[in-house]
C-alpha cells in the first residue's frame, strides 16, 4: 500500500513522493509474484543480492525489509537488461542506473515505490568506487581508462597504473 507523505516547507504544505508500507506478507506475495511472472530466470536467497548472467540467476537476500525488496528489483532489472560484463569502469555505472530504472518500472507494476534515495545511495558508492580507482597514486589526479584494458593514464604525470576489478562479476 502507498502512502503520500505531506511536508511543511516555510508554511506551505506541499506533496512529497509516495512512501512505500508494505508487510511481510506482501513482500513475499510479490516475490512469489515475481519468480512466477520470470521463469526464464532462477531466484535463489543468499547472503547478498546480485546476478549472475552466466546462470540466468537472480540472488537476493531474505526479503525481511522494503530495502531487499528493492534490491530484488534491481537485480532483476539486470537480467531484463541482459547484462553480462563491462569493459571500461565507466560502464558499470551506466548498467547500475540502467538496471535500477528497470526496477523502478517494474516495481510500480506491483504497486511498490523505491526509495530514489537509497538508489541515489547505491549509484554514489559506485561513483565513489570509480573516482578512486581512477586517481594517480602519484600525483592523486583523476586518470583516463584506456578503451582496451584497466589501465588508467595520469595526463597530468604520465604514469600508467593496471587496476584489477573486484566488481568484474557483478
Known amino acids: 500500500r502507498r502512502h503520500t507523505r505531506y511536508i511543511s516547507v516555510t508554511g506551505v504544505q506541499t506533496c512529497a513522493l509516495p512512501i512505500s508500507v508494505t508487510t511481510t506478507a ?3 506475495s510479490i516475490r512469489k509474484s515475481l519468480i512466477e511472472a520470470y521463469p526464464q530466470f532462477t531466484f535463489m536467497e ?3 543480492a546480485r546476478w549472475s548472467f552466466d ?6 537476500r531474505l526479503i525481511d525489509t522494503d530495502e531487499a525488496l528493492a534490491e530484488l528489483f534491481h537485480e532483476l ?15 558499470l555505472i551506466a548498467m547500475e542506473r540502467q538496471a535500477w530504472d528497470a526496477a523502478l518500472t517494474l516495481a510500480e507494476t506491483y504497486d511498490f515505490a523505491i526509495d530514489t534515495d537509497m538508489i541515489e545511495s547505491s549509484l554514489d558508492s ?9 586517481r594517480c597514486p602519484q600525483c592523486m589526479q583523476a586518470g583516463i581508462q584506456d578503451r582496451d584494458s584497466n589501465q588508467y593514464y595520469c595526463a597530468l604525470c604520465g604514469r600508467s597504473e593496471e587496476h584489477t576489478s573486484e566488481l568484474q562479476s557483478h
Open 26 to 28: 506482501q513482500r513475499n
Open 46 to 48: 543468499a547472503e547478498s
Open 55 to 60: 546462470t540466468k540467476t537472480v540472488y537476493y
Open 77 to 91: 532489472g539486470h537480467g531484463l537488461s541482459h547484462h553480462s560484463s563491462y569493459v571500461q569502469d565507466v560502464e
Open 126 to 134: 559506485y561513483r565513489e568506487w570509480l573516482h578512486a580507482r581512477s
